[in-house]
């Protein structure tokens, strides 16, 4: 890591990189991507829980004439609340954290707000499908005037990953426990289980379609069937999936958790999230553990659709996309 009085004076902006979150995704692009940044960029800080960013801090850079980027590479509500505040002390964000993407609309305005008053950037491509581009096409779609009418794919890495290994019989809590060994459930599993983190990825798309829905109104399907939680209580978590799938598909035996959304037509949006018994010849059954697929109809081309697939979990892939969202948001000064 290099301090900022060690900046060389280059033409052009220089940029500080302040790393909020150093966990496994934090970790990660440190160790993989940092190294690889060019000569006017270089990481001025990391944080943590005991050693939060200041807005303070922010400003002393800003006021240095260097340009601050923060990554929020934290899975905390606490810290996307800082957001405004760090985005009119003249940072850009780069986020790994959905909290802010998926937030009440009231905060979510607040956001955009701030970034249209404080002419800053917030770039979030890491929070859906790590390396698939998904909400970039949907953003894309709409701009170029041809509004996106649907939108279907296996948003969840983790899901994907054990019900791709997973077939009918097996212990879904000994798939999870891999799952969280291998590092790709969210900190808490049971955000994986509730499908909440579905449903905020639902809702962080359906925003680049132009569209909205609260939370609470999203149709989603959750694995925990009850607390006590699956972390203090497996063999609750597999009685309960075994009881589900037995009663709802006896004979199916692979799955794909599926998240859909579709506009209704009349302004509104349906967002939906289950897992559905897949065939074996079908493309979700045949995706790798770590891809992701997801498919994209338009107005203009209702008969075709757009379908992107790739690495969709996976700390690498994740990392990836926030080390291309760095490029793109310095690319923006240049
Ligand atoms: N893991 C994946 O494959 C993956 C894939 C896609 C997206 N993501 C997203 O990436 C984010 C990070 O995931 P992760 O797996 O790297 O999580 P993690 O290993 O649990 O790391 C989280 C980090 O955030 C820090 N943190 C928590 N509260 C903070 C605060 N108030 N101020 C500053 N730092 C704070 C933690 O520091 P302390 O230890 O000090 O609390 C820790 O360093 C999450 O939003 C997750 O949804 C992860």
Redesign the pocket.
Known sequence: MRTTAEYKPLEGPQFAILV???????SCWLTKFAPTLPPYASVHST????H??TTAEIKKLKNRGLTPLVLD????E??SRCYPDWLCAGADIIS???YAGAADTAFYKEVQDALQQCQRQWLYA??VG?GVPIPQVVRECREAGDPVVRVEGNFS?SLTWIFQQYRAGDKLSDWLRKASDA??T??DPNIDLGGM?VAKKLLIVAREAGWDFDLADADIQSLVSAPPSMVSAPSSLDEGFEAWRVGHYPQARRFCYIGRLEADGEGGVTARAALEPVAEDSVYAGLAPERAYFRVWTAQCPAGTITVEGPG???EA?AGAVHKDILKAMAHYC
């Open positions: 909020v979150g150093v966990g496994q995704v934090g944080h943590n829980s005991s939060p960013l590479l934290t899975a905390s606490a810290v790994a954290n959905k890491a929070t790590a890495g590092g790709i969210e900190p983190d979990s996976g700390l994740t």
